[in-house]
C-alpha cells in the first residue's frame, strides 16, 4: 500500500520514525514534508499535499491512505479536510483508528504527536 504523510514541526520525529517502520512492513511511503525542523513552518501546505496525492492515487486506482501529524493533530485534520474527496479523522488509539476506517470510510487519519510516544 502506498501511505502518504505530511506533518508539521512538533509531529517530524514521530512521522520519520513511522515511515521507517511502514517502510519495513512493505509499504511503500511518500513523505510531503517537511524535511527539516523549522517551528515556523507552514504546515497546512505538507498536509494538504499529502491529502490531494490520496485523493488522486485513489481516482487511479491505487490502494493508498494518508497519515497527518501535528501536535495535537487538529490543525492537520482540518487541512487536510480541505481537500474536496478527504475524510479525515483525529486519533488516538487503535479503537478509533479502525472505527475511522470501518465507519467513515477515512482515508487520512490526524495524530497528535505531543500526545503519543512513538
Known amino acids: 500500500m502506498r501511505i502518504h504523510i505530511g506533518t508539521d514541526h512538533a509531529g517530524l520525529e514521530f512521522s520519520t520514525q513511522l515511515q521507517h ?3 519495513s512492513q512493505g509499504h511503500e ?8 525542523y523549522d517551528p515556523l513552518d ?12 490520496v485523493v488522486r492515487d485513489q481516482a487511479d486506482g491505487i490502494e493508498t491512505l494518508g497519515v ?9 485534520q482540518i487541512a487536510a479536510k480541505k481537500v ?15 472505527l475511522a476506517r470501518q465507519h ?5 487519519i490526524a495524530i497528535g504527536a505531543r500526545q503519543h510516544t512513538f
Open 21 to 23: 517502520h511502514l517502510a
Open 29 to 36: 511511503v511518500v513523505d510531503h514534508g517537511p524535511i527539516e
Open 42 to 53: 507552514d504546515y497546512p501546505a505538507f498536509c494538504i499535499r499529502a491529502a490531494q496525492a
Open 68 to 76: 497527518v501529524f501535528g501536535g495535537s493533530g487538529n490543525g492537520e
Open 84 to 98: 474536496l474527496g478527504v475524510r479525515a479523522a483525529l486519533v488516538w488509539n487503535i479503537p478509533t483508528a479502525e
Open 104 to 108: 467513515n470510510d477515512a482515508n487520512v
